[in-house]
Nanobody, 124 residues
Framework: QVQLVESGGGSVQAGGSLRLSCAGSGRTFNNYDIGWFRQAPGKEREFVVVIKRGGGSTAYADSVKGRFTISRDNAKNLVYLQMNTLKPEDAAVYYC?????????????????WGQGTQVTVSS
């Protein structure tokens, strides 16, 4: 099991950018796919993006495709989520999570470890 900590959340105007970070503990970080989910008040947790263990494959939700970019630096136990052209509907608590599932995990039930979340606010 891996422990995860998110950082980089904040408040930004619509059209602006933020970069979130997900820091993992231990030397087995590269054994996990790392996904980002988000949850707005009164809504269910929503898949955003996932990056495979080696960083060679990614999958994005349609709502963020072309605006968000995920990357990872396994030597530093870090995954980044670069969020550009932010919209008010992007506002949510963002969570990173780790999965050992086969394939490309797009649902929360396939993730076993979760960070504490970081708040993203987008004003119009």
């Amino acid at each position: 099991q891996v422990q995860l900590v998110e950082s980089g959340g904040g408040s930004v105007q619509a059209g602006g950018s933020l970069r979130l970070s997900c820091a993992g503990s231990g030397r087995t970080f590269n054994n996990y796919d790392i996904g980002w989910f988000r949850q707005a008040p009164g809504k269910e947790r929503e898949f955003v993006v996932v990056i495979k263990r080696g960083g060679g494959s990614t999958a994005y939700a349609d709502s963020v495709k072309g605006r968000f970019t995920i990357s990872r630096d396994n030597a530093k136990n870090l995954v980044y989520l670069q969020m550009n052209t932010l919209k008010p509907e992007d506002a949510a608590v963002y969570y990173c999570a780790a999965s050992t599932a086969w394939g490309v995990p797009r649902t929360a039930n396939l993730y076993g470890s979760w960070g504490q979340g970081t708040q993203v606010t987008v004003s119009s």
